[in-house]
């Protein structure tokens, strides 16, 4: 379970980190704050300085907050459905260690001695702050953390965009290919709740899609599969084998995940797949 939890950290992690629309956000806010001297700043520092101020203390904020963010992403799942809600409880709870860090900076720059007082001062100013920065991350990057959650790594499914497991084409065309990308329309493997859309996966990519799982079941047309989840539904040509772990059924797909198969539709993929 730890070493699973600490799998989709470092994948959902790694997202963040080669995401260019992520970093072009950090630096345009880290320039505002460095044109704009907020908090006394312009007036206290010079522009060099007040650039190096505020990018230390933005690199030490946002790397804090992502971490928590993340953290609270996967914990909560079980608890939580919202995505966006689940990061901004992380966000949130990531004010207390950064106010800590603001202290620390303002005492590098400002020789401001650090006070335990002053740093949870400095922690109820950064909720604010850590909201904003929640509703950006959410903003550009939930599809991707999204992907990211199933176990794709996107940085190696970027570089080979073509990596796709061999299933046989259906006889005829599922009709919720139709709401796919001409390039993603291949045949239908799986089916996968995320927040308020719908992930569909062929064999020639994914793509997430506004559209209610139970909707999107009625649109599989003639392909076989079988439902696993309140969340999943997966083509019976992409089945691999079952896993029994500490009395929980798993699915292994023929690309190597493992998808949890919920009680009420156990004996039924027993039946399927004995």
Request: glycine share 6%.
């Amino acid at each position: 379970m730890d070493h699973t939890f600490l799998q989709s950290t470092l994948r959902e992690l790694r997202v963040i980190q080669h995401s260019p629309r992520f970093w072009a956000t950090f630096v345009t806010i880290v320039l505002i704050f460095a044109l704009t001297g907020p908090y006394g700043t312009f007036a206290r520092l010079t522009p060099a300085a007040r650039f190096g101020y505020w990018l230390v203390l933005h690199a030490m904020a946002w790397s804090i907050a992502i971490v928590f963010s993340v953290i609270a992403e996967i914990l909560l799942r079980k608890w939580i459905s919202s995505m966006f809600a689940r990061m901004m409880i992380g966000s949130i709870i990531a004010a207390l260690p950064i106010g800590f860090g603001i202290t620390l900076v303002d005492d590098a720059f400002f020789g401001t001695a650090a006070s335990l007082a002053g740093s949870l001062q400095q922690a109820l100013g950064s909720i604010p702050l850590c909201a904003l920065f929640c509703i950006l991350t959410y903003l550009t990057m939930h599809r991707q953390i999204a992907m990211a959650a199933e176990g794709v790594d996107m940085p190696a499914m970027q570089a080979a965009p073509a990596a796709a497991p061999e299933i046989k084409t259906p006889p005829a065309q599922a009709p919720i290919l139709s709401r796919l990308k001409p390039e993603n329309r291949g045949a239908l493997i799986r089916l996968t709740v995320r927040d308020h859309y719908t992930e569909i996966v062929t064999s020639r990519g994914r793509e997430l899609i506004l559209l209610r799982f139970g909707d999107a079941l009625m649109e599989v047309g003639d392909t076989e599969g079988i439902r696993l989840h309140r969340s999943h539904w997966i083509a019976t040509d992409h089945v691999a084998s079952l896993k029994r772990d500490n009395g929980k059924l798993f699915v292994i797909t023929r690309d190597g995940l493992e998808m949890p198969v919920s009680r009420p539709y156990a004996e039924a993929v027993r039946r399927r797949f004995p």
